[in-house]
């Protein structure tokens, strides 16, 4: 939909022919002058609805501050009186990529085991930590895929957790 469909509820006209029906034919310089009018009206509204929507946005608008590093962003901030403390600051660390920019998740530990029933089978699964995640990110594997490409997890397990999985 055009702007002007959508602000006026009506097709806009060519320049030529933006006078309603009926109305007399305008020739030469009268029709030049005619068309710049409309064109003037035209800007105008469609001036006072950008106004109007931005008055709508800035009444919901919020202050807010971030702060990266030693910057210091402002937008709305929902923590008003909060205090930099060099703590909250995460430091990114080095990952060895690859020339297509991607890299090799390697597998930290093995934090749980499971038994997940499907259909007609039922399934082994070990909850594996990754590096450069947090335990929170946690992935759920099937325990024979990983004892095949890792089995160094599986060797360094306790007794009674190694009986567990295997």
């Avoid at 022919?17 to 310089?29: A, S």
């Avoid at 509204?45 to 807010?64: G, I, V």
């Avoid at 991607?102 to 997940?116: A, F, H, M, R």
């Avoid at 089995?151 to 957790?161: A, D, S, T, V």
Wanted: hydrophobic share 35%; net charge positive; with cysteine.
């Amino acid at each position: 939909m055009a702007p002007y469909e959508a602000l006026y509820g009506r097709r806009c006209k060519t320049p030529i022919c933006w006078d309603e029906e009926g109305e007399r034919k305008f020739v030469g310089p009268e029709l030049v002058q005619v068309t710049v009018d409309k064109i003037k009206l035209v800007k105008q509204r469609l001036k006072a609805a950008q106004d109007r929507m931005k008055s709508y946005s800035d009444a919901h608008r919020k202050e807010m501050e971030f702060e990266v590093g030693e910057k210091v962003f402002l937008r709305a901030s929902p923590w008003k009186g909060y205090r930099s403390n060099p703590s909250h600051i995460v430091q990114p660390s080095a990952v060895q990529l690859r020339d297509n920019l991607t890299y090799e998740e390697q597998p930290v530990e093995i934090l749980d085991s499971k038994e997940k029933v499907l259909k007609n089978k039922t399934m082994r699964l070990v909850k594996v930590l990754w590096r450069n995640h947090s335990t929170e990110e946690a992935t759920w594997e099937p325990s024979e895929a990983m004892r095949e490409k890792y089995l160094h997890l599986f060797n360094i397990l306790g007794k009674n957790f190694k009986d567990k999985i295997l």
